[in-house]
């Protein structure tokens, strides 16, 4: 039994451990803070100065962003308001540029009814990344692909409409379109 406790108390540590990420956040003030940080599930972040100190926890009304550290790589992300909309989230900054191109995962269980009760049952999960275009301080939902009302965004940048129209761009490919804008259009 006493072997048992020490290896679910050991196997408890590392876990909880393993969830904390180096990274910065980055206060309303401008201020930035490094650390350890701990995305959670629904709403906010936990952030610690280091292994040993108290965690404090922060949502949209305290910081406008945050890094973290993962692997060889940093992964920005800011609390954005998307037009039409009246709250907050949290999303990741895939670039930054003359417009910048936010993505959200949002993923799901596909179910449909089985037998004559209709009890449904799960079939599969899905992932979906959703895009989000930012110009002017204007943050639109683009989802998968750009349509009509995002292409208007891109409508001063005449070699790129050329390109989207003779399909040598697909209009699915959000980051390719986005990365021709801020390199090789002239604003």
Same mark, same amino acid.
């Given at each position: 039994m006493k072997k048992i406790f020490t290896l @679910?108390?050991?196997l408890s540590f590392l876990l909880s451990y393993g969830q904390f990420r180096e990274g910065i956040i980055y206060d309303k003030t401008g201020?930035?803070?490094?650390g350890l940080i701990k995305v959670k599930? /629904?709403?906010? @972040?936990?952030f610690k100065l280091d292994?040993?100190?108290k965690e404090i926890y922060y949502d949209e009304k305290h910081? +406008?962003?945050?890094? @973290?550290?993962?692997?060889?790589? +940093?992964?920005?992300?800011?609390?954005k308001i998307v037009e039409n909309a009246s709250f907050l989230r949290p999303m990741k900054m895939e +670039?930054?540029?003359k417009i910048s191109l936010f993505s959200v995962n949002n993923s799901g269980t596909h179910m449909i009814p089985m037998g004559p009760s209709g009890v449904m049952t799960p079939m599969g999960s899905f992932t979906k990344i959703v895009y989000f275009i930012e110009k002017d301080n204007r943050l639109i939902r683009t989802?998968?692909?750009l349509d009509k009302k995002t292409l208007e965004l891109f409508q001063d940048c005449y070699t790129l409409i050329e390109k989207l129209d003779k399909n040598e761009i697909k209009k699915?490919?959000?980051?390719? +379109?986005?990365? /021709?804008?801020?390199?090789?259009?002239?604003n």
């Amino acid at each position: 039994m006493k072997k048992i406790f020490t290896l @679910i108390a050991l196997l408890s540590f590392l876990l909880s451990y393993g969830q904390f990420r180096e990274g910065i956040i980055y206060d309303k003030t401008g201020k930035e803070k490094k650390g350890l940080i701990k995305v959670k599930k /629904f709403d906010g @972040i936990i952030f610690k100065l280091d292994e040993n100190s108290k965690e404090i926890y922060y949502d949209e009304k305290h910081i +406008i962003g945050y890094d @973290i550290k993962k692997e060889n790589d +940093i992964e920005k992300y800011r609390y954005k308001i998307v037009e039409n909309a009246s709250f907050l989230r949290p999303m990741k900054m895939e +670039i930054s540029g003359k417009i910048s191109l936010f993505s959200v995962n949002n993923s799901g269980t596909h179910m449909i009814p089985m037998g004559p009760s209709g009890v449904m049952t799960p079939m599969g999960s899905f992932t979906k990344i959703v895009y989000f275009i930012e110009k002017d301080n204007r943050l639109i939902r683009t989802g998968t692909r750009l349509d009509k009302k995002t292409l208007e965004l891109f409508q001063d940048c005449y070699t790129l409409i050329e390109k989207l129209d003779k399909n040598e761009i697909k209009k699915r490919e959000v980051e390719k +379109i986005v990365n /021709f804008y801020n390199s090789n259009c002239n604003n």
